[in-house]
T-cell receptor, first 114, second 112 residues
Framework: DGGITQSPKYLFRKEGQNVTLSCEQN?????MYWYRQDPGQGLRLIYY???????QKGDIAEGYSVSREKKESFPLTVTSAQKNPTAFYLC?????????????FGSGTRLTVV | SQQGEEDPQALSIQEGENATMNCSYK?????LQWYRQNSGRGLVHLIL?????REKHSGRLRVTLDTSKKSSSLLITASRAADTASYFC????????????FGKGTKLTVNP
């Protein structure tokens, strides 16, 4: 079955560490997205990519970095510059002309700073 | 930036009742979408309505869109305990933007 796989499901980060969240899709979708969700809040866009080797900043990109070397993969690195990284991170994908179709979401990674 | 604002923030009903959630937005859109999120899980796409449509149905779901009031509503008929989840609206804006902007969601509890 096609879908999006996020790993790990839970991740703990020490102060000053960089951590990388994995997102892989086998849907042959061109566009991929990373969102952050805080308790009781909606989703805020971190980064998105519409094509391999290209990506754009979203509304809250500071302290995060991404790469898009393969169509299937869009990893997110939470750097030490992100001062409040504890949150639920969601990866999504869809076909080009995203606004006409729904997104497919992964099951999320919960990141906690310890 | 968050475009959609859902109302109410929380809704508690009995099984069998209808649930209505509303979404208001600020800028012109080319479509509006509704998603569902079970606790601690990813979002699931429910339904999409285009700006030139006024109403759309999918099973027990009914969505309306009023572009003059910049608002949408999601009606779930004959609710079930399994409908308990958070529901989000998301807007796709005019101008070819590839991004969806999500609201803060309505938390629906359906009591058995």
């Amino acid at each position: 079955d096609g879908g999006i796989t996020q790993s790990p499901k839970y991740l703990f980060r020490k102060e000053g560490q960089n951590v990388t969240l994995s997102c892989e899709q086998n849907l042959n979708h061109d566009a991929m997205y990373w969102y952050r969700q805080d308790p009781g809040q909606g989703l805020r866009l971190i980064y998105y990519s519409q094509i391999v080797n290209d990506f754009q900043k979203g509304d809250i990109a500071e302290g995060y970095s991404v790469s898009r070397e393969k169509k299937e993969s869009f990893p997110l690195t939470v750097t030490s510059a992100q001062k409040n990284p504890t949150a639920f991170y969601l990866c999504a994908s869809n076909r080009r002309e995203a606004a006409r179709y729904g997104y497919t979401f992964g099951s999320g990674t919960r990141l906690t700073v310890v | 930036s968050q475009q959609g604002e859902e109302d109410p923030q929380a809704l508690s009903i009995q099984e069998g009742e209808n649930a209505t959630m509303n979404c208001s937005y600020k800028t012109s859109i080319n479509n509006l979408q509704w998603y569902r999120q079970n606790s601690g899980r990813g979002l699931v796409h429910l339904i999409l309505i285009r700006s030139n449509e006024r109403e759309k149905h999918s099973g027990r779901l009914r969505v309306t869109l009023d572009t003059s009031k910049k608002s949408s509503s999601l009606l779930i008929t004959a609710s079930r305990a399994a409908d308990t989840a958070s529901y989000f609206c998301a807007t796709g804006t005019q101008g070819g933007s590839e991004k969806l902007v999500f609201g803060k969601g309505t938390k629906l509890t359906v009591n058995p």
